[in-house]
């Protein structure tokens, strides 16, 4: 009978293990590296929900008074003056009192525009905890792409950055930038209600007609189409102040749902059209959008998460998604008893 000797088998093991072990380093290298690279993409969107905010509260009304072109020195001189701002003025007060006190000239420039929202968001993304403290380092942060009042009152913004030297990450939102005094929904009230103190039924008429619904509201499923872009949009409203989507497994459930259902829509016929209605096919349709109104209250970090993890559920399914944020609701500060808003 013959034995094997224990330093042979000592060397197998050894072997072995050298073998392995750089295997096993490369797994949890890529599994660090992806779990920065969601951190990463994360702070971005958090930083650019609250650029987009700024520049919806305040980019319009720099365009209706004439200011849409920053001098020279303004551009090299606004990231630090934002920095330097006291603890007692928001950024958003900084912003409006810098742009009033600079020459600008006439006519929209998109480039000019652009560095203003890469210089706030810049600000954002320094003050977020993950990025001041070195977990993440990022640079590059671009702007390129992004959009301002062509032909509407729209901003489209555009960011991406690169991790680790090579990875480009990005994201994008939506929203519209509107003046207090010229907002076409505080006519509503004289005593400043708003959208979102309206019922479901009214607000979400009223919004469906502000963000380019053209369809009838009883229309199944679309609020809008776009012969020239053959593109179909639905146009839905949450309230995420309401305690309802404090819990996120029931956010997460409302927005999946709509996007399902809009996934499955392939035939207006299918439905029962009203005489007259336009009859709107899948063959007809060459993108989709789906249009989230939320209000200008700050989210929770679980629904900031929700938010991201539907858009990427939304865009494997081909539907483009978009977060604008419009208002302030103040419904359940003194209603506590609504507890289910059920998205309009």
């Known amino acids: 009978m013959k034995f094997r000797s224990r330093s042979h088998i000592d060397g197998s093991v050894s072997l072995e293990t050298c073998l392995l072990m750089p295997v096993i380093i490369g797994v ?3 599994g660090l590296r992806i779990v920065q690279t969601v951190t990463a993409v994360n702070c971005l969107d958090r930083a650019l929900y609250k650029t987009a905010r700024l520049m919806s509260d305040y980019g319009l009304l720099y365009h209706e008074y004439g200011l849409e072109q920053l001098e020279n020195d303004a ?3 606004i990231g630090d003056f934002i920095k330097g701002k006291t603890g007692s003025e928001t950024a958003g007060n900084v912003m409006f009192r810098f742009f009033f006190l600079r020459e600008c000239a006439m006519g ?3 480039l000019l525009y652009t560095q203003a929202s890469q210089k706030i968001c810049e600000y954002f993304l320094n003050t977020d905890p993950l990025i001041k403290n070195g977990y993440i380092t990022a640079d590059k942060l671009s702007f390129t792409g992004s959009k301002f009042y062509n032909g509407s009152d729209d901003i489209e913004l555009y960011a991406s950055y690169r ?3 090579w990875l480009k990450v990005g994201s994008s939102i939506r929203t519209r930038a509107w003046i207090r005094g010229n907002d076409p929904l505080l006519s509503i009230s004289e005593s400043g209600v708003t959208v979102w103190q309206l019922n479901n039924f009214a607000r979400g008429k009223i919004l469906r007609s502000i963000f380019g619904g053209n369809l009838p509201y009883d229309y199944p499923v679309l609020s809008a189409y776009d012969e020239n872009k053959k593109e179909a949009t639905v146009i839905k409203s949450i309230d995420l102040t309401a305690p309802y989507y404090q819990n996120e497994r029931d956010l997460n459930k409302e927005l999946r749902d709509m996007i399902d259902k809009f996934a499955k829509f392939s035939n207006a016929a299918d439905y ?3 005489p ?3 009859v709107i096919t899948s063959d007809m349709i060459v993108s989709r959008r789906l249009t989230i109104i939320v209000p200008e209250n700050d989210i929770t970090y679980a629904q900031s998460e929700v938010l991201n993890k539907c858009m990427v559920y939304s865009y494997s399914k081909e539907i483009i998604f978009e977060v604008i944020p419009y208002q302030r609701s103040t419904r ?4 506590a008893n609504d507890s289910n808003d059920n998205g309009s």
Do not use: M, R
């Not at 359940?332 to 209603?335: G, K, P, T």
């Open 108 to 110: 929209t420039d998109d």
């Open 272 to 274: 029962q059209l009203k």
């Open 276 to 278: 007259g209605y336009p």
């Open 163 to 165: 991790l680790f030297g």
């Open 75 to 77: 551009l090299s001189s």
């Open 332 to 335: 359940y500060q003194s209603d």
């Open 28 to 30: 949890l290298i890529f």
